[in-house]
């Protein structure tokens, strides 16, 4: 017995010798990759001797004679930290997933081969002026050269991920990063999701004034009624179709965000004339989905036109937002209706054709190939129309508004073959003041923004982006699908961009957006009838109102506000009937619980504060609220509204239009008033809330559901390794709060908060030295980098850093200098 037991150890020991073995090892594969920031190099394709000086918070000044050599520095840094996020980044752009992880990614790629954005970019190189390519191509060889080392110097393929995934990389080129640029625009582009989520709708509700509820016009003047979709294809028999609808799988590489996280942002800015200190203010914070590391990636450029920084996207040689020592920009999403979807009718007797206002006409078609890693590859037919391309039954789940004998194409600005928003993008960065960017922001087109601006003396805020110039007699206004044979559906050309709205030197001295609807014009000059916004405006207002003059700090305040207005102006509509009426009711009965949960609301001033239990009682009896208004309406369709729709539940409880209707179970032989579904969706939510959390109602903790969830896209999902990447956090603010963390809507956890500001910045141009910013995670995309989420608990506090053009500053306490260095051929 004895000797089995020594043999046992002895075995247990070498187990573990190997154990440790293996984990060093790992450790030292990926420890390779690990950049060295304070050394000199030699490096091809240089044209001066650049200057790469790291601050203490790992942000890249990078300091050259040449402004070829300073973006040659860039995508050398950029390199270093995020070169995994850039090839995958070119590969969802190029719709290869498919080669490196498997099937798994087929569904994305084969919908972005049917867009080809890869080859739209390609042709744009040739669109961008002479400085813009010359960065590009600055940018694309400073790349290559940290390539070049990391295969001279066996530096662990560059990336820990790239030991785990087969993923070859070719030569950065200026199209890569073009394509990136178009990448975004499929992430934040959401009109045609609603104009097919409007028509599904439509054809379950016989009732327009009930669709009306659902889905209503943001406040102001409302357009036209449209016409019933059902009608304008008589025989198509949808039913059917609308039972087997399915939609593509939501991979965490795919930039097709689910609705309502298509994108959202905050931008406000102060004139001399509201700012305590007598000069500029601007504050920006940009929300996308949230990942680790951030999307977004901090640097400092000194160019010729002057200093530079701010927030880019790695793989792009651009200071997105930002500012220099005279200008500051900002980016939110205009939600400019930028996309339709035509129905294309095939020709029946050769479905190779379909109808346009000139007769049947052959699709435009070709072929693409997909690499599948170990499966065989597969060839697309892919067909494009006069509209765009034709897309799968799966996108959006457009299948179940197409008639049989039909097929769906989409129009989108992001489509565009000479698309010059690269150069729009590069003159903003260097512009001198608000005029100089106004005239640069002509050149963009894709994807919408609204450009917020404040030089030392003015303020200003502009739609950019290419709007489609629609027939006034159009018959969907771009609300529904719409019949692409008719003449007076399709799209003639863009409106110039004089016609994009814009705010200049406003006489309030205060302009600002929180995506809400901006201004009402008539049809086809109506920018957009689906808006991201009608709450958080409402709080912004009050602040920005609140007070005469603003400061950096009272800035600072309004982006990290977490009231909810929604909340305030909800509350005390679904509760009404339910205030204070109840019955003394024994201890740990349902009563009893609803009391509790009653009286704690009451109370309650809308703070989405992660330490309190309120904004989860109210979060989780909002869901079950409305999930029992619609599902008895819409069946399985309940569930492309995941999220409150607070206009609605208002018209609802107010009665608006009979809007009450909605409360009636219809499947019940009850009439059910809406203070019945009012008190049952709180015991639903209270007895959700018990399974969940076990804990007394007082002892809820918003912050426990409202985590937010910076996850590795890849490796995020892994089970060991997911504890490592992933970075989780404790958060307030919700929804609708100026402080935005939107909330996942669906599955066992649906009050993740999963899309926020991965960059906020505020920028001071009485001292332009004091400007502060701050991103979600780190600089470096290397999990075991120091870097990867020193900046993530900063961030969670509402806490910033210094954004200074001081290199003395830069210099103090730096992670360290890299001297690149021309090498002689």
């Known amino acids: 017995m004895l000797l089995v037991f020594r043999w046992l150890l002895r075995i ?49 000044h990078i ?56 080859s739209l970019a390609r042709s744009s190189v040739a669109a961008q002026d002479a400085e813009t390519l010359a960065a590009l191509e600055a940018y694309a060889a400073g790349v290559n050269a940290r390539l070049a080392e990391i295969n001279e110097s066996a530096l662990g393929r560059g990336a820990p991920e790239m030991f785990l995934f087969n993923a070859p990389i070719s030569p950065w080129r200026p199209e890569d990063s073009i394509a990136i640029l178009k990448l975004m625009a499929v992430q934040l582009s959401g009109h045609a999701a609603d104009e097919i989520l409007r028509a599904r709708t439509s054809l379950s509700l016989d009732n327009d004034t009930r669709l009306k509820d659902l889905l209503p016009d943001m406040p102001g003047t409302g357009v036209a009624a449209l016409p019933a979709y059902a009608s304008l294809f008589p025989s198509a028999g949808f039913g059917t179709q609308i039972a087997r609808a399915k939609s593509l799988p939501q991979h965490p590489l795919s930039p097709f ?62 200071i997105l937002v930002g500012r220099s020592e005279s200008l500051g920009w900002g980016l939110t999403s205009s939600y400019l209706d930028d996309q339709d979807i035509f129905i294309e009718e095939l020709n029946p007797n050769n479905r190779e054709e379909y109808r346009t206002p000139d007769g049947y006409k052959p699709f435009v078609s070709r072929r693409s190939i997909i690499k599948i890693k170990d499966e065989p590859s597969i060839t697309l037919t892919l067909h494009s129309t006069d509209n765009g391309p034709v897309l799968p039954p799966s996108f959006r789940n457009v299948g179940a508004v197409t008639p049989a004998g039909h097929v769906a194409a989409l129009a989108w600005t992001a489509l565009e073959p000479n698309d010059t928003s690269m150069s729009a993008g590069f003159h903003i960065m260097r512009a001198q003041n608000i005029d100089d960017a106004l005239t640069a922001s002509a050149l963009y087109i894709a994807p919408s923004q609204n450009l917020t601006l404040a030089d030392k003396d003015n303020i200003a805020m502009k739609t950019i982006g290419a709007m489609p110039r629609r027939p006034a007699e159009a018959e969907s206004k771009g609300r529904i699908p719409s019949r692409g044979w008719l003449t007076q559906n399709r799209w003639q050309g863009y409106f110039p961009a004089t016609a994009n709205p814009e705010f200049i030197r406003p006489t309030g001295g205060i302009v600002g957006n929180t995506n809400n609807k901006l201004l009402e014009r008539p049809f086809p000059l109506h920018v957009s009838y689906e808006w991201g916004d009608s709450q958080r405006i409402q709080r912004w207002q009050r602040l920005m109102q609140g007070r005469k003059a ?53 109370g309650w001033t809308g703070s989405m504060n992660e330490h309190l239990p309120e904004p989860l009682i109210y979060a989780a009896w909002m869901r079950f609220l409305q999930e029992r208004i619609i599902k008895d309406e819409l069946g399985p369709l309940a569930e492309e509204f995941p999220h409150l729709e607070p206009l609605f539940i208002e018209r609802v409880f107010r009665n608006i239009d009979g809007a009450g209707v909605w409360c009636n179970i219809i499947q019940s032989s009850a009439t059910e008033t809406c203070a019945d579904i009012a008190r049952m969706s709180l015991d639903d939510a209270l007895v959700w809330l018990n399974e969940v959390y076990g804990t007394s109602i007082e002892a809820l903790r918003w912050g426990d559901a409202h985590e937010a969830t910076h996850d590795h896209p890849v490796l995020g999902e892994v089970s060991v390794l997911r504890h490592f990447v992933n970075i989780r956090q404790s958060t307030s603010g919700g929804d609708n709060t100026l402080m935005r963390g939107r909330t996942r809507g669906t599955g066992p956890e649906p009050f993740q908060n999963v899309h926020a500001a991965g960059y906020r910045g505020v920028y001071d141009f ?32 509402g806490e910033y850093i210094t954004m200074s053009l001081d290199e003395g500053l830069a210099r103090a306490a730096s992670v360290g200098e890299t001297v690149l260095t021309p090498k002689s051929d």
Do not use: C
Not at 86 to 115: H, N, W, Y
Not at 579 to 602: C, D, H, K, S
Not at 772 to 783: A, E, L, R, V
């Open 12 to 60: 247990a020991s070498v187990l573990v010798v190997l154990s440790v073995i293996a984990v060093m090892g790992v450790y030292y594969l990926a420890s390779r990759s690990l950049p060295d920031y304070d050394k000199a190099l030699d490096v091809s394709g240089l044209t001066a001797p650049t200057r790469i000086l790291r601050d203490h918070s790992n942000v890249p």
């Open 63 to 118: 300091f050259s004679e040449e402004d070829a050599a300073v973006f040659f520095g860039l995508g050398y840094a950029h390199t270093q930290d995020r070169l995994w996020q850039m090839t995958v980044m070119r590969r969802t752009a190029q719709g290869r997933l498919s080669e490196v992880f498997g099937s798994a990614t087929l569904p994305v790629d084969k919908l972005l081969r049917r867009f080809d954005i890869y």
């Open 550 to 602: 603003h400061s950096r700090e009272s800035f600072v305040e309004a982006q990290l506000d977490i009231t909810s207005t929604t909340a305030r102006t909800i509350l005390p509509l679904v509760a009404a009937d339910l205030w204070f009426t109840g019955e003394a009711a024994p201890e740990g009965t349902p009563e009893r619980r609803r009391q509790i949960a009653l009286n704690l609301l009451a």
């Open 257 to 318: 965000q689910p609705r309502g996280l298509a994108g959202a942002s905050n931008a406000w800015a102060a004139a001399p004339s509201r700012s305590a200190t007598g000069g500029t203010l601007l504050a920006n914070d940009p929300h996308l989905g949230l990942t680790a590391p951030a999307i977004w990636y901090l640097a400092r450029l000194e160019l010729s036109s002057g200093g530079v920084i701010g927030a880019t996207i790695p793989g792009m040689p651009l």
């Open 766 to 797: 009485t001292d332009p030295d004091s400007s502060i910013f701050i991103t979600s995670t780190g600089q470096s995309g290397h999990p075991l980098s120091r870097h990867y989420d020193d900046l993530a608990q900063l961030w969670r506090r």
